[in-house]
């Protein structure tokens, strides 16, 4: 289907013209929009609150102790115990402008979250990203999440989501690390290309360029698609694989959640401004 984002105030609404709109960014450019990652106990939901930051991205979990009314808590594994709740973070959020990529770790979270959303979704006027990595990908030795009923569960509550759908990876510094091959990309164009939403694809930075033809195609197939580069604290690349991918894609279809130093060196190299 070639359905695009969605309209202004839509969850689906397009990061970039949401940011644009209110005037937050300058211009269509994903580099420019910033991210605050792990805003998962209250302290950091906090700060992350009062940063510059226009994403705030958290996980979400059942708690492991099994008890049917368990509520859906903010945390990220191998932690299980957190001081915020689901509803809690969403309480304060909502209060923001900021937008918010929550990441799932398990299916059993999805549709207690899914009801606790559906609750504020009133005062939820800007974009929202449901994230899970839901296929094996370079490295990867993580669980998956089953695809169809993630999908399916939250598009029966929010049709007009954005989509981040990942593969699990691993890094090695020893060793050499395979990017995404066809089978992974074109696995996921297979399920992807079901969608009516916005998709992106959260993609690990040391693994990106040597996946560039793979993920161009993948990026080719449809207008509603865009990569999420993210970086894992020990991997090792370097700035120059950023402007690499920068020289090599859209601007406006990939975004850079990634970690300091090497965010402020990127932001430097290419000229844009870093609030710290």
């Not at 105030?9 to 211009?27: D, P």
């Not at 601007?251 to 090497?262: A, G, H, M, R, T």
Request: proline share 5%; glycine share 4%; hydrophobic share 40%.
């Amino acid at each position: 289907m070639a359905a695009s984002a969605g309209g202004p105030g839509s969850w689906s609404e397009n990061i970039l013209e949401y940011f644009l709109r209110n005037s937050q960014i300058t211009a269509e450019d994903g580099a420019e929009i910033t991210w605050y990652h792990a805003a998962n106990h209250k302290a950091q939901m906090n700060e992350a609150l009062k940063s510059t930051a226009h994403m705030i991205e958290a996980d979400v979990l059942l708690p492991s102790d099994g008890s049917e009314h368990s509520q859906p808590i903010m945390v990220h594994p191998p932690e299980t115990n957190s001081d915020n709740t689901l509803q809690e973070w969403l309480t304060e959020v909502t209060k923001s402008n900021k937008g918010i990529k929550l990441d799932f770790k398990s299916l059993a979270a999805v549709e207690p979250s899914m009801m606790l959303l559906e609750n504020v979704k009133r005062h939820l006027k800007r974009p929202v990203w449901i994230n899970a990595d839901i296929l094996p990908g370079p490295n990867g030795n993580s669980k998956v999440i089953d695809a169809k009923p993630f999908l399916d569960t939250v598009t029966f509550f929010f049709p007009d989501v954005t989509f981040s759908l990942g593969w699990t990876t691993g890094w090695h510094p020893e060793k050499v690390n395979e990017g995404y091959n066809w089978t992974m990309v074109k696995e996921m164009e297979y399920i992807c290309n079901e969608l009516s939403q916005p998709v992106t694809f959260p993609v690990r930075a040391a693994l990106v360029r040597q996946s560039c033809s793979q993920l161009l195609w993948l990026l080719k197939q449809s207008n509603r698609y865009s990569l999420t580069i993210w970086t894992g604290k020990n991997d090792n690349y370097s700035i120059e694989d950023l402007l690499y991918i920068r020289d090599h894609f859209d601007k406006k279809q990939v975004f850079y959640d990634i970690l300091e130093p090497q965010n402020h060196e990127f932001k430097q190299a290419i000229g844009i401004k870093v609030n710290l």
